[in-house]
């Protein structure tokens, strides 16, 4: 379990108020001309992910507070 910061819980807070859970996402899509090598890309996202647990933590709700967890890296 992990503790989070009194601003990552207001952020759990104001989205399980809103009615569309994309309210702090920014929407972006890349064009990528020619080539692409997907096993190299994915091979990126999993360093990625792998130094910066942040990208995997998961929220949940228990007993009147909000309480953190790493998910692993898939």
């Known amino acids: 379990m992990i503790l989070l910061s009194s601003a990552q819980k207001r952020l759990f807070f104001v989205d399980q108020l809103s009615t569309t859970s994309a ?6 899509v890349f064009k990528i001309n020619g ?3 997907i096993n ?6 999993q360093l990625v ?3 910066h647990e942040i990208l995997r933590l998961g929220l ?3 007993g009147g507070d909000i309480n953190g967890f790493i ?3 898939e």
């Open 35 to 37: 080539n692409l090598n």
């Open 49 to 51: 992910l792998k130094f």
């Open 60 to 62: 949940f709700y228990e």
């Open 40 to 45: 190299a890309l994915e091979n990126a996202f």
């Open 23 to 28: 309210l702090f996402n920014i929407p972006i």
């Open 71 to 73: 998910r692993p890296i």
